[in-house]
């Protein structure tokens, strides 16, 4: 069974910076492209990031290009996302998510989210 | 900039047959890998449909992709009360970036 668990969220200033983090388990993590994708409180899915297998190929969302870096570890069988510069607009909850086979989807498996808040 | 574009809100009735479209603002989807996805209100989406029409595991049936026209199209046949979601498309923009739709509200009603 697949399994992606966030975590990393959390309460922070404008401004600051903030690491989210997601294990995954039930699949053979380096063979897969990984994405993030946030959503808004009351609003509607945005894709934010996504990276290759090997952290060779990211791509990012025009919102968060130079502010946000997702990165990967195939050891651990980690994502992560730290994310600079944070903006009111960035709080939303971040969803860790493992496409489908050759990556024709941002996401076919999910994780539960985390919160991230951005407020002074 | 590039916009794709869903129904807000549509209604069907319990064992009807309902269809969601997904457009973009300009030029064919049909080659933008359309995807869907289900969401209730504190859950995490649920993937139903992606590259226009491989049901993702565990999916009835029932849930059908297609391409209508200059669209990509959820067919939901027998609708059922827990249907009642927000559903999601999205499309590959380029090769490079995906862009949601603004989402379908589906009452069953």
């Known amino acids: 069974e697949v399994q992606l668990v966030e975590s990393g969220g959390g309460l922070v200033q404008p401004g600051g910076s903030l690491r989210l983090c997601c294990v995954a388990?039930?699949?053979?993590?380096?063979?897969?492209?990984m994405t993030w994708v946030r959503q808004a409180p009351g609003k509607g899915l945005e894709w934010v990031a996504n990276?290759?297998?090997?952290?060779?190929?990211?791509r990012y969302v025009d919102s968060v290009r130079d502010r946000f870096t997702i990165s990967r570890d195939n050891a651990k069988t980690s994502l992560c996302l730290q994310m600079n510069s944070l903006r009111v607009e960035d709080t939303a909850v971040y969803y860790c998510?493992?496409?489908?086979?050759?990556?024709?989807?941002?996401?076919?498996?999910w994780g539960q989210g985390t919160l991230v808040t951005v407020s002074s | 900039q590039t916009v794709v574009t869903q129904e807000p809100s549509l209604s069907v009735s319990p064992g009807g047959t309902v269809t969601l479209t997904c457009g973009l603002s300009?030029?064919?989807?049909?080659?933008?890998?359309p995807s869907w996805y289900q969401q209730t209100p504190g859950q995490p989406p649920r993937t139903l449909i992606y590259?226009?029409?491989i049901r993702s595991s565990g999916v009835p049936d029932r849930f059908s992709g297609s391409i209508l026209g200059n669209k990509a199209a959820l067919t939901i046949t027998g609708a059922q009360a827990d249907d009642e979601s927000d559903y999601y498309c999205?499309?590959?923009?380029?090769?490079?970036?995906?862009?949601f739709g603004g989402g379908t509200k589906l009452t069953v009603l």
């Open positions: 990276i290759n297998q090997d952290g060779s190929e990211k």
């Open positions: 590259h226009t029409n």
């Open positions: 998510a493992r496409p489908p086979p050759r990556a024709v989807s941002p996401a076919d498996d």
């Open positions: 388990s039930g699949f053979t993590f380096s063979d897969s492209w």
């Open positions: 999205v499309l590959q923009m380029g090769g490079g970036p995906w862009v």
């Open positions: 300009s030029g064919s989807v049909s080659i933008n890998y």
